[in-house]
């Protein structure tokens, strides 16, 4: 079985600060794991996967995401947060053997405040 | 290249009716899957087709049916729909030999 979890429902921020959100999984084997953002009234947008390789990685607007396997955690940063990063924010994840069938967390709400 | 596009974005239906919403991947695109959005579950994975094969299921029960077609684009269908159907049903595509999903912009279905 394959789970995320999101602990906070919403995260403030001031705009310019660095910012946060917090995603920790569960998996049988290799994660694979991703961070997709929602707009209001609209699809999810890709921002970033790990796979394999290299523990940080660079995804779109200046998003990055830090993968620690010790502490089963894949948390979401930016160092400058701007007010139109303010939208809900879902982390996901899936096993090697378990196809396209991706496992989502909650959704964290950030709101970015000028 | 055109993103992922579903019809109609809006539905309303009563209790009991069928639906059917229609999704059409990023051209080249093989693997179509769509998930439920809803404010007390999130997002559940429904199914996902490669070349009008279903490769994977979700836990929803037999109302919810699923097909693709040779051109890649599919249809899901939900049949004697109940008030707890209503959700956003999200539709997403996947080039071959990755695993990156690309949404489209959903359909939200209200059911009454």
């Known amino acids: 079985a394959q789970s995320v979890a999101q602990p906070e429902d919403q995260v403030n921020v001031a705009e310019g600060n660095p910012l946060t959100v917090k995603c920790t999984y569960s998996?049988?084997?290799?994660?694979?794991l991703f961070w997709y953002v929602q707009y209001p009234n609209r699809g999810l947008q890709f921002l970033l996967k790990y796979i394999t390789g290299d523990n940080l990685v660079k995804g779109s607007y200046g998003f990055e995401a830090e993968f620690n396997k010790s502490q089963t955690s894949f948390h979401l940063k930016k160092p400058s947060a701007l007010v139109s990063d303010s939208a809900l924010y879902f982390c996901a994840v899936k096993s090697r053997n378990s196809g396209y069938a991706l496992n989502f967390g909650k959704g964290t709400s950030l709101l970015v405040t000028p | 290249k055109a993103g992922v596009t579903q019809t109609p974005r809006y539905l309303i239906k009563t209790r009991g009716q069928q639906v059917t919403l229609s999704c059409s991947p990023i051209?080249?695109?093989?693997?179509v899957s769509w998930y439920q959005q809803t404010p007390g579950q999130g997002l559940q994975f429904l199914f996902e087709?490669?070349?009008?094969?279903?490769?994977n299921k979700g836990n929803f029960p037999g109302r919810f049916s699923g097909r693709q077609f040779s051109n890649s684009r599919s249809e899901m269908n939900v049949s004697t729909l109940e008030l707890g159907d209503s959700a956003l049903y999200l539709c997403?595509?996947?080039?071959?030999?990755?695993?990156?999903?690309?949404f489209g912009p959903g359909t939200r279905l209200t059911v009454l």
């Open positions: 998996v049988s084997g290799n994660p694979y």
């Open positions: 087709y490669f070349s009008e094969t279903q490769r």
């Open positions: 997403a595509s996947t080039p071959d030999l990755t695993d990156t999903q690309y």
């Open positions: 051209s080249g695109h093989r693997s």
